[in-house]
Every structure is written in structure tokens, then in C-alpha cells.
């Protein structure tokens, strides 16, 4: 049993803070701020989204709260993770700090710059620009709103954000507003090779980079195709990319994830190949996970949502392709029988029980999803699944409401 210290008056020393900081709200420059000050402190911040519910967030906190945290954890990510199944990437803060020379020399950022970063705080993205600008004295700032608008692009120099961001700054300098940016990188999502030449078009460095929560940044396009940054290897294993670096996270908390390691390597499962000239050539997630707008989203999270329904019998969800946010999230829901099921009533659901990348964008609902052999619902292109007939369409009005929808899960 250990004694608890005192002071030298013999009283007893207060408990040393929790290294956990639980942050959220809806001003995204006091919680970003707040998150640096938590590091500064020594705490690992964990920022959560101000949308979720109560009874999510504080699953979240519990969850990482009660694990057993490495000595060296600084940074939380979350990569996905439907309502009592948060999962968190934790990692050290020299995992991220080895990469911020690598992005100075992209955006050849000097001691004037400033960055405006228009991601959600949740997003891991966020947390890093707001660490890779702290750490070079360089000032930073939030858009006012969720979409860029005219006044945020007067002031910073540079722009670290999604293609969603991409295609509104590009949308609003074409529309004539000012603006004092020069560089953008842009992560998330692959850039549309049409909104990556009119960026240009508009004078703008545009740097590109794929990368994931667990592996953090692993390949750069500067318009000549993407590839390996420094101090990352790279392989490609039966249709896997695998990668080796210093950025890999530490290790995940909660059920499920992507990550897989062999030795100094991981993977998340990414499918990929690599041309002779060393460009990787990525051709989605071996575990279909759905990258849209800058979030990963685990098709399985949802599906096991939907089917805990009284209504569903079967989901399936998959991913659209979209111009701007990559996938579009869109359900396929097979009701119980005798059940006419409204998909407003799911996509009302939805808000309180899934995270915003997560709500299906669309919902389509079918008679019935094919089956493999051992009766799980197969995996579809999503031209197969929207060639699926229909279930006939209810006759309430007004729609159902949650409750109607919703049952009480264990």
C-alpha cells in the first residue's frame, strides 16, 4: 500500500491532477488552446465533439480514463466508434514533433506565417496543426462557422484543412473575395485533380498528404504524385500498405480498430501499390472503412447500431464516391418483417446515437439483402446496392418519432 506524501507540516500532499483533460465545446479556439495548455501541463488532452451526447462522451472518458496509459502518451485521437464503443489512438508527443520539419519544408513556413485551421477539434488534424504551429511561435486561428467564408481568409498565410475546406476556399476566391493565403495542405480525403488545378490556377501552393490517426503522416503529393515523406518506409504486402516510421501511436483503446503491427511495421489496411518511380496508388480500405470528409468511418460501427433497432432485420453501409468529401455514408436497411420503416425516423435516430461522420448521408430501404453462404449481409459495390428493390414505402404521417424507433440496448 502506498503512503501518501506530505508536506512539511505534515499534512497530506493533494493528489497529483488526472493526466486525462476531457475537453469540448463549441468555440474551437478555446478548445484547441485548452488542449495546449493541457500538454503544456503535462496532461494528455482528449477532445470530444460538443454534438455528441452526454451518455457517448461520458462512455469516452470512462473508457480512457480507466485504461492503463503508456508513460509516454501525450496526444488522443479518435478514429471511430458508435455509442458505447469509443475507440482512441494514443501516442507520444515526439510522434508527431519528428514530422513538423517535414511540413515546414513543404509550405516553407517562416516566422510570419499564420495558420488557420478550419478542421474540427475532434479531428486529430486539428490537434496537429494546432501542436505543429504552437511549436513554431506561429499564430493560429478558427473560422467563425463549420464552412470557410470571406473574412477568415484575410490574415493567415497558410491553411491546414480537408478538401471540403479546399473547395470553399477555392469556391470563395473565385467569387472574387481577398485573401492573404499563399500554402494549403490538405489532408482527409484525396483532392479532386480538377479542384487541385484550380487552386493552382489561383496561385495557391496546394500540398496534399494521405495519412490515418494510427500512422500519422506517411506520404506527400506536391503535384507530382504521392509519396513516401522523409523518414517513412513504405511496402506494399499483398495488396496492403504497410508503413515503418517514428510517428506510429503508441497503441488504441476500445474494441475493434484497424491498426496491425508486425514488428516496427503497421498497417491500417489501406490497399495500395507502388509504381516503379516510387508514387503509391491507393485503392480504398481493406476493411472498407469509409474516409469521408476527413473522418474514418468503421461501416461495421453503424451497421451494429442499426441492427440493435427493433425495426432492422439488416443494414448495410457503404460509401458513395463524392467530389468534395470523398464517400458519402449511406445505409441500406432491410426492416423486420411487417414493418414499414421510415427513414426519417432512422436518420432522427441517428442524431442521437451516432457521431456526424458517422449519420448516413442517404438511406435506401430494400426488401432484402443478399446473403453470403453462412447467412452475413454481403458486401456491395454501392451501383449493386442501389440496384436493390425497394420496400414499399410507409403510409404514416406524420413520420414516427424516435421512440417509435428506438429500443433500450443493454
Known sequence: MTTPSADAHGRAAPPPPPRIRPLRGEDHTVVLQAALSARAAGQVPLVGDARWTEGHWDAVVAAVGSADLPAEAAWTAFTSGSTGRPRVVLRSAVSWEVSFPVVDEALDVGAGDSVLIPVHPVSSMALYAAAHADSRGLRWSTPAGARLRAADLVGPTLLHGTPTHLQDLVALLENGARSSLRAVLIGGARVDEGLAARARMLGLQLVSYFGAAELSLVAMDHGN?????????????????????????????????SLRRDGDWATVGDRASLSEDGVIHLHGRADDAILTGGATVI??????WLESLDEVDAALVLGEPHPVLGRLVVACVEPTPGVALDPRALESAARGALTAAQRPRKWRIVTELPRTASGKVRRLTPEQAFALPQAPAPTLAPPPTVSSVVRERP
Open 225 to 257: 504524385g504521392l509519396r513516401p515523406v522523409p523518414g517513412v518506409d513504405v511496402e506494399v504486402r499483398d495488396h496492403e500498405l504497410w508503413v515503418r516510421s517514428e510517428q506510429l501511436a503508441l497503441t488504441t483503446i476500445g474494441e475493434g480498430g
Open 299 to 304: 461501416p461495421a460501427d453503424v451497421e451494429t
